[in-house]
């Protein structure tokens, strides 16, 4: 059995000298041609930032205003994965976003990473394969960088430790938390989502590999059903508890709200500039206490969400969509309660606040106790952590009754720099500039 | 925080006594007779013995000769799931299976187990709802026997000690095996096939919820997409080496085939009668050495497999369905390698024997290394695994090239008998007449 290589190797497409630099170069080229070409057909600078697209769409622009994955209609599977860059190089963290940049070009139109197939049996295909049969499945991919890019152990790393937006900290201790640290954190992310997984899982595992000497996964997640919706086009999914999730979640047709929520604006943070037009990337990995969850009564169930099970009305009356009324009385007070999820986590309750979360059902299996290891991983896309995510984080782990059923595993904070303009352009050249 | 109770607990609607009892025989007779109804409707017994259906149905009959998921057009997500019988009562075990019955026939018919809402507020729902809104999705469930469910250190259990099939046995160690016993054999197991992965989730966790008290999950593995196709009207799938997989596997147009290959026939094994109709089904989990096959170069790898890449065929020329020419020479030697996986695998190679693979792709993030933790989930039903398996993994194990980039880290045997051919049958109800 060979034992495989964890040491920079010359066969490596991204080794960063001789044969395989070049070898990496030549995809670069090759997906910034290709792109050239897909233009005449309808590549077009901003597209992403005009118009989400539709549910379903084959494919999706890759260029724009901002990075595509956000407002882009869910999909439903995803890979996410977290780096840490290996390198101290800011010359090498240039090429790795360089090369990510091509490749995620290549692959999120459909097209196989680099030529597909080398013009030497010599040499590794440049696309690992397994996704050559199919089509872009609504592929995007979404970077985001970690604080721990910019600084750590209180040193700045590659040149860019004026840069750091204030807000880019690592997320504080919620109460309840219990995460673990090898699924948390990293200097850079990448959210991969498709309407297909192995679309999905080839993109992460092509990107990875693109890192090889460069940077190295450090965790990752697989999600295997959506939990929200970002368009008012598609149906609300349901999450692991069986409740329909997201109801209320901010769409990418409150064009308002978008620009008001997601998008860090021109002025925000004078310290990063290079964001306006990004965002912000929460990931949370929230266990489900499957087992107990399932034991206790529909009345339980439906009391924690504030919701009914069936149709996802608030126990307020109405249908799905009706606003909840929180000062409707019952026998025992709130039909709406005091600690439900829907109370806790509604704008009228957090200043006006809306979320554009866009999370994943995941199950992993069993735990070392028979139980299931499964959840929730949390996404959520907002212009200021700060505001717009902390302070309900906040009271929800204090005071919503669902806490007692779900624990956070998994933690994450990145700034999402805005999408790739030009077409020399990379992922996060502004920060570079 | 609640402690989640891993004892038997009254609210549970499977524990063995009281108000949990009727939930359960209500829950079973509600499917039943919802059947029934269905059977007016095209539910016809042995339907799935006759015709395994189109890829892509969005549904597929629970009940006739067979059981279903194995002839059943390959769908494109799996959760694979090994329980172990925690009670010593054959009641109990025969309850768990008619429930089990009940609610595989409400799931692959695209109802919610049991009653959906429950008439009180104050239980659990009979279905954990995650599925509420998705249709049956070409749902498979597929129920198999491990032999530790027959003897266990040396005891028979559950009165079934003289009905073992004689082929049941813990396979035997292949070269290079490095099984983890958490990732391997199992008293019971269960295959759930979908479109949709959340229906293949939702299946597996609600037949693990009515297990408790009875049977408890083992290990489970989720595959995101699938590396075989069993019937000809579907593409050849890829798998996470880049290659198409399963050009040569037995597909159910071949009805012959599937008779000689796959069915358990009358007089097999004088011990098991009651397997009859029914077949094994063989689980391996390979992992793939995902970094250092990237690494090398395509030459080899399409040496190793002894097929093309790009369109999968062998290398003695031809299309992907051309046979291969085993003879042809070419500079230094046969065209198709004395240790490439096509010809150890073919079925001149290993007297004609034919194999019924339904494997599917895996990935569980990183391991502790920082590798993939990726492969193929190897999942293949055949008529006698001391005939038509362990020889042939006894010489892949041995001499096949690619052996070099796998390790097979989980394992399993289970015995799957027939379908459930009466309205008031259960899994395995032959067993236990």
């Known amino acids: 059995m060979t034992e495989p290589a964890s040491a920079p190797d010359a066969a490596s497409p991204t080794a960063p000298s001789g044969v395989s630099r070049r070898r990496l170069l030549g995809a670069a080229g090759a997906g910034a041609l290709a792109v050239g070409a897909a233009g005449v057909g309808g590549y077009a600078v901003g597209h992403a930032a005009e118009d989400p697209g539709e549910p379903g769409q084959s494919s999706y622009a890759f260029g724009g205003r901002h990075q595509a994955g956000i407002v882009t209609p869910a999909q439903d599977r995803l890979h996410f994965a977290a780096f840490d860059v290996t390198s101290e190089s800011r010359d090498d963290l240039i090429l790795l976003l360089r090369a990510w940049t091509a490749a995620a070009r290549a692959m999120t139109s459909g097209r196989p990473v680099g030529e597909g197939v080398p013009t030497s049996y010599d040499a590794p295909p440049d696309d690992t394969g397994e996704a050559l049969d199919l089509d872009a499945s609504g592929l995007t991919l979404t970077f985001g960088f970690g604080p721990t890019l910019f600084e750590r152990d209180g040193k700045p790393r590659f040149g860019l430790g004026g840069k750091q937006p204030a807000a880019l900290r690592e997320l504080p201790h919620f109460p309840a938390d219990k995460l673990d640290p090898a699924r948390s954190n990293g200097d850079l992310c990448v959210q991969a989502c498709a309407h297909d997984p192995q679309v999905a899982v080839h993109a992460i595992r092509n990107l990875s590999r693109i890192a090889f000497g460069t940077a190295a996964m450090r ?27 997201g109801t209320a979640n901010l769409k990418s047709q409150d064009r308002e709200g978008v620009e008001e929520f997601v998008w860090v604006g021109e002025g925000d943070d004078p310290r990063a500039d290079w964001l306006a037009g990004g965002t912000y990337l929460v990931a949370r990995r929230i266990n489900m206490q499957i087992e107990t969850w399932d034991r206790s009564s529909l009345r339980e169930q439906e009391a924690l969400v504030g919701r009914d099970r069936e149709e996802g009305a608030p126990l307020s009356g109405g249908t799905e969509f009706t606003e909840p009324d929180f000062d409707l009385q019952g026998r025992e007070g709130p039909l709406v309660g005091l600690n439900s999820h829907v109370r806790l986590a509604h704008p009228s309750q957090n200043k006006g606040v809306k979320m554009l979360r866009r999370g994943y059902n995941f199950t992993d299996g069993s735990n070392a106790l028979g139980r299931l290891d499964a959840g929730l991983f949390f996404v959520a896309f907002v212009r200021d952590p700060d505001v717009h995510y902390i302070p309900m984080q906040t009271r929800l782990s204090a005071q919503d009754g669902l806490m007692e059923y779900l624990q956070h595993t998994g933690s994450g904070l990145w700034a999402v720099p805005p999408g790739v303009r030009r077409r020399t352009g990379f992922v996060g050249d502004t920060l570079f500039a």
């Open 219 to 245: 965790w990752a997640q697989l999600g295997f059903g959506r939990t929200s919706s970002t368009s008012t086009a598609q149906a609300t999914p349901r999450n692991l508890f069986g409740f329909k999730d």
